[in-house]
């Protein structure tokens, strides 16, 4: 048996007693209301292949999850109807509605569930539907089981987080509570930021050829930038938190004005902010040190005249990159809008590459 890949020729299917049967109400969207946060993650496993969804099954279960399967997509759909899944993984060519049009269903009554796509024939098509409908990630078969595992745990926990922002979102007083108290701990992490550079390296000169500005807190409750940034969206306070992270960045660039180069993440609603433009910006003075990285948290098809507003970026002397392609919203409609002078591979693109003939 193969250890590193989900693909096996025969399996003993599992015992019912190894797959959790969750049942959920429906909600007034047709599909299944929330369960409880603290049950074992629910994953639907979609693939007309019987031997690989059996392994699929064999594996998900012996990692802690729940697991329902379904061999087309008419099935699927009415599974997702009945059962609330954190994680939807099919292939894109099923019987009965593709996995594609599966991902269409399930997008239009459900924004936040992660859809992770499979396939053994990548296109351009494909692709470019799985990014317009948000799929999270477009696996290639046969599967490694680390980049599985990876995908799963990511779709998990950007789920239940979606979840809890959801809930948040569509409570009264005790939103209104919690906005107060969020609110507060993002004060509190922007009053004790910092930004630390990581060294950007050519393996070909073992040089440093730039450096990638992180943004960093002190205060412990609320350290992660990744939560920082999710709290920020929430707030509506995506432009505080940028021009605080540009206007150190440029600090620290007039003490080493001799740094060979910088990468500075922006949120793809700092592309809204008309500070960003202003050559009496901090950050401008630098520009021509600066590449601007777009991390695409959100469609950047929400900011009106993407094209000038880049153009007008390049004529103050920034260069821009895209982030994490690959994932997420990051993909073919970002070459399209930003015309980027440098992409950074998500690693799902990469990893295995060497054992991969397809992803080469």
Wanted: aromatic share 6%; net charge negative; with cysteine.
């Amino acid at each position: 048996m193969d250890a590193h890949t989900c693909r096996y020729p025969s399996l003993a299917v599992p015992s019912p007693e190894g797959t959790e049967q969750v049942e959920a109400k429906t909600g007034s969207d047709g599909f299944a209301s929330p369960r409880d946060s603290n049950a074992r993650p629910l994953v639907l496993v979609v693939d007309d292949d019987e031997n690989f969804t059996r392994a699929c099954v064999r594996l998900l279960e012996g990692w802690g999850y729940g697991v329902e399967t379904a061999s087309d997509g008419r099935t699927a759909i009415d599974l997702a109807k009945n059962h609330h899944f954190d994680v939807v993984l099919t292939d894109i060519n099923i019987p009965q509605y593709s996995g594609l049009d599966l991902l269409r269903a399930v997008r239009e009554r459900d924004r936040d569930v992660p859809v992770v796509l499979m396939t053994g024939g990548p296109g351009l098509d494909s692709a470019r539907v799985a990014v317009e409908f948000g799929a999270l990630s477009y696996l290639i078969k046969p599967l490694s089981t680390g980049e599985l595992r990876d995908v799963l745990s990511r779709a998990v926990q950007m789920h239940r987080v979606a979840q809890r922002e959801r809930r948040i979102l569509h409570t009264t007083e005790e939103h209104e509570r919690e906005r107060e108290i969020m609110r507060l701990k993002f004060e509190k992490a922007l009053a004790g930021m910092w930004t630390a550079f990581q060294p950007i390296i050519s393996w070909s000169t073992k040089t440093v050829v730039a450096y990638e500005a992180l943004m960093r807190t002190t205060y412990q409750e609320l350290n992660s930038p990744l939560e920082i940034i999710k709290t920020a969206e929430i707030l509506n306070e995506i432009p505080t938190l940028g021009r605080k992270t540009r206007g150190q960045v440029a600090d620290i660039i007039a003490v080493y004005p001799n740094v060979p180069g910088v990468f500075v993440n922006l949120h793809v609603m700092d592309l809204a902010d008309d500070d960003l433009y202003s050559e009496k910006a901090p950050l401008s003075e630098f520009a021509s040190l600066v590449h601007l990285e777009i991390t695409e948290r959100m469609a950047i098809e929400h900011i009106p005249d993407i094209r000038e507003r880049v153009a007008r970026l390049r004529r103050l002397g920034y260069r821009i990159a895209v982030d994490d392609l690959g994932e997420g919203y990051s993909g073919l409609n970002s070459f399209a809008s930003l015309e980027p002078d440098v992409v950074k591979l998500d690693m799902t693109l990469i990893r295995d590459i060497d054992k991969t003939p397809t992803k080469r």
